[in-house]
């Protein structure tokens, strides 16, 4: 996610991401069987996390010089916040009329939210370029494992946690 936010720009990948995460939930409403079911969550999984990997780039270019504990908190808070209302409203709506009318709302909306997203962050970048050239002096990484293995070890941290929260709360 993070090399197609590097070479296509915010934009393009945030709305498509975003935009795939709804495809994925509106056809786990449509879901004939649970190999359609698996499809479409991996789907939906695959766009949220590109998503989110072109907001938070987007908010490191549109705040780079200032603080960034704020615009991160607020990004970062958007998730927990979308989760808070699904649980609140997917129940009754569930109960009345049936899990698939949950996901084919919610991805309708989600849809909705990645066209949304890349024409603000159009608007909001008008003129930049967004994607980056390959510059020829680049030089690749010689040890990448190595350099990122903190990263690796929060991002597992991170995989786990959330684990253990989404067994709770399914």
């Known amino acids: 996610g993070g090399w197609l936010v590097d070479r296509y720009g915010e934009r393009l990948v945030g709305s498509l991401g975003v935009t795939l995460m709804g495809v994925g939930t509106l056809l786990l409403g449509l879901a004939p069987d649970f190999s359609f079911i698996l499809l479409a969550r991996v789907l939906s999984g695959v766009g949220a996390m590109v998503g989110v990997v072109?907001?938070?780039?987007?908010?490191?270019?549109?705040?780079?010089?200032?603080?960034?504990?704020?615009?991160?908190?607020?990004?970062?808070?958007?998730?927990r916040v979308g989760i808070v209302i699904v649980l609140n409203v997917a129940g009754p709506l569930a109960n009345e009329h049936g899990w698939r009318v949950v996901a084919q709302r919610v991805g309708g909306v989600t849809v909705a939210a990645g066209v949304i997203f890349g024409v603000i962050v159009w608007l909001i970048t008008r003129g930049q370029a967004l994607g980056r050239e390959q510059k020829q002096d680049e030089v690749p990484l010689s040890n990448p494992g190595r350099m990122f293995r903190p990263i690796w070890i929060a991002g597992a941290v991170w995989f786990c946690a959330n684990g253990a929260m989404t067994a709770f709360m399914t």
Do not use: H, M, N
């Not at 549109?62 to 990004?75: A, D, E, H, Q, Y």
């Open 54 to 79: 072109a907001l938070q780039r987007l908010v490191i270019r549109l705040f780079t010089g200032r603080p960034l504990g704020l615009p991160v908190g607020i990004s970062g808070s958007a998730i």
